[in-house]
């Protein structure tokens, strides 16, 4: 490769693309190599390659260590980084709480579903039967915000879909951070019978019911929250 032969920021994407995949062929933790080791390798200039490790650091995919034994090491970005990223791309268009709301809800849906589908381990199926009995106690103080998160988190382990994961903390987050959200959408009396219901068909594997019990339970509360807001 030639440095003369492409525009600057060309080389700079060709070469974070290329270096990207090595990271990902890699364990993390490895050591990819130092500043000068790796332009040389790709026969680009310093400034190049610190613009690409600029890039790959924000990505969550290169760690810097400088000193004795340092240089470029791959890593693997943890679900922060990547929610942290999103949000402020968000928060950087002209993106509403009540877009992000919709989105949220119809992530919920296919959650529920997924996991009245998986096939449940033993534990977690006692741990989802200890939220439901945990729910028994709730009271009008508690804010089932928090436990609306622990719930997600809870179903989320039992389908283990990442992605999916990521763009549902992220939407709500987003959504839960505008000032008009603020006051809920639903009562805590209809957010605990809707979330009982939604176990019930989660433990009993039922996924038409799973995602019946998603849509009106939190999704129908929530478009029609909006629709009387606007």
Not at 164 to 174: A, K, N, P, S
Request: charged content about 25%.
């Amino acid at each position: 490769m030639k440095e003369i032969e492409r525009q600057p920021r060309q080389l700079v994407q060709s070469t974070a693309e290329v270096l990207r995949h090595r990271i990902l062929d890699c364990e993390p933790g490895e050591r990819i190599g130092s500043l000068r080791e790796i332009a040389e390798e790709f026969a680009v200039g310093i400034v190049t390659i610190q613009q690409v490790a600029r890039i790959l650091e924000l990505e969550g995919l290169l760690e810097v260590r400088r000193g004795p034994g340092g240089g470029y090491f791959g890593r693997r970005p943890d679900i922060q980084t990547l929610e942290g990223l999103l949000s402020a791309y968000m928060r950087s268009q002209p993106a509403s709480w009540e877009e992000a709301l919709d989105m949220t809800s119809l992530l919920f849906i296919e959650l529920c579903a997924a996991a009245a589908e998986a096939d449940m381990s033993d534990a977690m199926r006692s741990k989802l039967e200890a939220f439901l009995a945990r729910l028994d106690l709730f009271t009008p103080d508690d804010q089932f915000g928090v436990l609306e998160e622990e719930f997600q988190t809870l179903l989320f382990k039992i389908v283990n879909r990442p992605l999916f994961e990521l763009l549902t903390r992220v939407t709500l987050h987003f959504s839960q951070s505008s000032p008009d959200a603020a006051g809920g959408f639903m009562s805590s009396e209809i957010w605990l019978e809707g979330r009982r219901r939604i176990i019930a068909a989660i433990l009993g594997g039922d996924v038409p019911l799973a995602r019946f019990e998603a849509q009106r339970s939190n999704r129908d509360i929530i478009l029609a929250s909006i629709a009387h807001r606007n």
